[in-house]
């Protein structure tokens, strides 16, 4: 059931917001910004959006925050709430047209289909190039704003309903909840230098007010080997993650794959209409999938420009190995799909699988 509504909140948008976000709207237009927002919020669509609410009194200025105090954002725009999908639709269909690579206003996502994981390969039966292997998905409950119109109440309540589905889970999903505020710094760096944990801290989260009540109702869950891992409240309710070294692809999925099934009989998840699983930010709407591996082409990396021309053509991400806003260290790549909507589960992890092969076999050519 789709969990976003049509019809815009009652009231006016307070006039220092109004002249805040004009203000900076202005700026953002000067600027030399080559985000998706600035491409696609004209002045007669700002006039146009700029008064708008949502049921949960968000506006225009929680959606763009981010882009207004960060010039340098890709895309700069975030859904502070579901219904903000379509009360600001006018920006938001155009940026995920172009951010999704074609999904235009009359498409519609569809229905989820995992397929069968034991149709994949391992990416790289000989280990020569793949380090790690990750599939990740975001997912939202139904009825709660995302991170940005939370109330530190319904954080908590959040957390509370992901913890307890989570520890009913069994076998290689079965674990552990750690809350943030219980570990020690040596800890956490640990856990992230790990890649297990996610980062606090990223400016273009700030700007959105997505660290509010930081570091409470934020933790992971983890199973023993840390091959099956949840973050709770970092930018989504949840982020659905499994990990594991070497290039097995498919066991990978299929861990994914089961663990969603699962968590998908215990917790109502936001979906929309026409743009399936929905997510504080436009491109992890739909599968909500990013699929990636770490994996050293120490030949393919000394040409950057092809490298990322190759990898447009594929449809594929390059990223620092410290996820996105990171430098690639050691010439390791983070290579991960970039399409998320408009496909099912099995064609992007097929699109990103063929991809990350082409690399390979270009890497043996050069
Ligand atoms: P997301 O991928 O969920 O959007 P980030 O881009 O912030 O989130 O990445 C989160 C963490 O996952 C980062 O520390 C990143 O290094 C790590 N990561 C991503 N892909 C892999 C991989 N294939 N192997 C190991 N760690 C990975
Ligand atoms: N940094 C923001 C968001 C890009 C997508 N990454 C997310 N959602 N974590 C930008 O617009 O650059």
């Known amino acids: 059931m789709a969990c976003s509504a049509n019809k815009s909140g009652s009231g006016k948008v307070d006039p220092e917001i109004l002249q ?37 009194n968000m506006t225009l200025l929680d959606c763009i925050a981010t882009v207004l105090d960060n010039h340098d954002s890709s895309v700069g725009l975030y ?67 995302f991170n940005p119109g939370l109330s530190e109440e319904q954080y908590k309540e959040i957390e509370t309903k992901v913890t307890c589905a989570l520890c009913q889970l069994t076998g290689d999903l079965r674990g552990q909840y750690q809350p943030l505020y219980e570990m020690s710094d040596d800890e956490m760096n640990k856990l992230i230098d790990d890649h297990i944990l996610f980062k606090g801290g990223d400016r273009f989260l700030e700007s959105a007010n997505a660290y509010r009540y930081w570091p409470n109702a ?20 949840m982020r659905i993650i499994s990990l594991q070294q070497g290039g097995d692809l498919a066991g990978v999925y299929k861990r ?74 050691g010439g390791v790549l983070d290579i991960s799909n970039k399409r998320r909507l408009g496909v099912t589960e099995k064609e992007v992890i097929k699109e990103m699988f063929n991809g990350i092969q082409e690399l390979i076999q270009l890497e043996e050519k050069s």
């Not at 399936?276 to 990013?290: A, D, E, F, K, V």
């Open 79 to 145: 859904a502070p709430c579901p219904d903000s999908y379509d009360v600001f639709g006018d920006l938001f269909d155009i940026v995920i047209e172009d951010y999704h690579i074609g999904f235009p206003k009359s498409a519609v996502h569809p229905p989820m289909d995992w397929g069968e994981a034991s149709d994949l390969q391992n990416i790289d039966p000989n280990g020569k190039y793949v380090i790690s292997t990750r599939v990740r998905t975001a997912r939202s409950l139904k009825d709660y704003p």
């Open 256 to 329: 994914l794959a089961d663990a969603v099934k699962e968590l998908d009989r215990r917790l109502e998840f936001c979906k929309h209409k026409r743009f399936g699983y929905l997510s504080m930010c436009p491109t992890n709407i739909g599968t909500g999938i990013r699929a990636s591996v770490h994996i050293k082409l120490p030949k393919m990396s000394q040409n950057e420009a092809k490298l990322n021309e190759i990898a447009g053509r594929l449809n594929l991400q390059i990223r620092g190995t410290g996820g996105e806003h990171t430098e690639s260290k």
């Open 20 to 56: 805040k976000l004009t203000t900076k709207y202005v700026l953002l237009q000067k600027s030399d910004s080559k985000s998706l927002t600035k491409k696609y919020l004209t002045q007669e669509l700002f006039e146009k959006l700029k008064e708008k609410k949502t049921k949960y």
């Open 218 to 237: 934020r933790g992971v869950f983890t199973n023993p080997p840390k091959t099956f891992i949840v973050w709770v409240n970092e930018e989504d309710h």
